[in-house]
Structure formats: structure tokens, C-alpha cells
């Protein structure tokens, strides 16, 4: 399960996260996408009950992280999707403390 900690996956407008201004051109460079192709985040929506992880594997989820903030130009203000740490993660800050 996941942590109660959610972020929302946002950039800011004209970032790509790599310097060179063209938003929504490519995927940030560590971060969130690195996150979740490494097990340690997990995409998905709040529902109801909370937290809904998508049922994407990590390259799928990460491309469909990408498509939802380039369809709100970088500027999802938590409608694209939200992020929750994987038990991984927790381990890993546990870990770290």
C-alpha cells in the first residue's frame, strides 16, 4: 500500500526540466518519471476512498504522467494526476533517518 504522503506531478510552464525551455517537448530528468520507473512512486488519481494507483507498468505510467501535464501545458494545478510513495520509498527514508 501507499504512504498517506501525495504530491501532485506539476512543472513549471516552459520547463522540460532539462534548461532548454520547450514545454511538454520531453520528460523531466530524474524526479517524479525516475520515481516511478525506479519502484519508488506510483501515478494514479484520488478517489473516493483516496489514493487509486493506475494499473499502467512504470514506462507506460510515466508516458501517461507526461501526456496529462502536456495536455494542461505544464500547468496541471493537481488535475492531471498525484503521486504516492511505494513501500520501496518508505523503506528507503526509513533507511536514511
Known amino acids: 500500500m501507499t504512504s498517506p504522503g501525495v504530491t501532485v506531478a506539476r512543472r513549471p ?3 522540460t526540466g532539462n534548461g532548454e525551455g520547450d514545454a511538454g517537448r520531453s520528460a523531466p530528468r530524474g524526479g517524479p518519471p525516475a520515481s516511478v520507473v525506479g ?5 494514479g488519481d484520488l478517489g473516493d476512498d483516496g489514493f487509486v494507483r493506475w494499473p499502467e507498468a512504470a514506462p507506460e505510467m510515466v508516458r501517461k504522467v507526461v ?6 501545458g505544464w500547468a496541471p494545478l493537481g488535475a492531471a494526476c498525484w503521486l504516492a510513495n511505494t513501500e520501496a520509498s518508505d523503506e528507503r527514508a526509513r533507511a536514511t533517518l
Do not use: D, I
Open 67 to 72: 501526456a496529462q501535464c502536456e495536455s494542461f
Open 13 to 15: 510552464p516552459g520547463s
Open 39 to 43: 519502484g519508488l512512486m506510483v501515478a
